[in-house]
């Protein structure tokens, strides 16, 4: 079983940085696709970043140019570097996983983190 745990949220004002980490278990690291989604209460889940098994990196266009997600596998490590942050980046942020695939919708992601809140003000 796939556990993540996800840090690194906050409070910030708009201008600012905050990086966000997500610890998974299991040996099967590597294989994974691993992405961030975010949620503001009232609306829909949102895709933010993706990394693939090869290292190739999916943004939206909201976040393109000032966030960065990596993946480090010796360390079962996804980050997600925010630069920039706006008000409207407010929002839960979750980690999520799928083994196997290139791309994926968010309902296919096998594995969720807890979420972290990220609050921006202006």
């Known amino acids: 079983q796939v556990q993540l745990v996800e840090s690194g949220g906050g409070l910030v004002q708009a201008g600012d940085s905050l990086r966000l980490s997500c610890v998974a278990s299991g040996r099967a690291f590597i294989s994974y696709r691993w992405a961030w989604f975010r949620r503001t209460p009232g609306k829909e889940r949102e895709f933010v970043a993706a990394?693939?098994?090869?290292?190739?990196?999916t943004y939206s266009d909201s976040v393109k140019g000032r966030f960065t997600i990596s993946r480090d596998n010796a360390e079962n490590t996804v980050t997600l570097q925010m630069n920039s942050l706006k008000t409207e980046d407010t929002a839960v942020y979750y980690c999520?996983?799928?083994?196997?695939?290139?791309?994926?919708?968010?309902?296919?992601?096998?594995?969720w983190g807890q979420g972290t809140q990220v609050t921006v003000s202006s």
């Open positions: 999520a996983g799928i083994q196997g695939v290139g791309i994926a919708a968010s309902t296919d992601y096998q594995y």
């Open positions: 990394i693939s098994q090869i290292f190739r990196t």
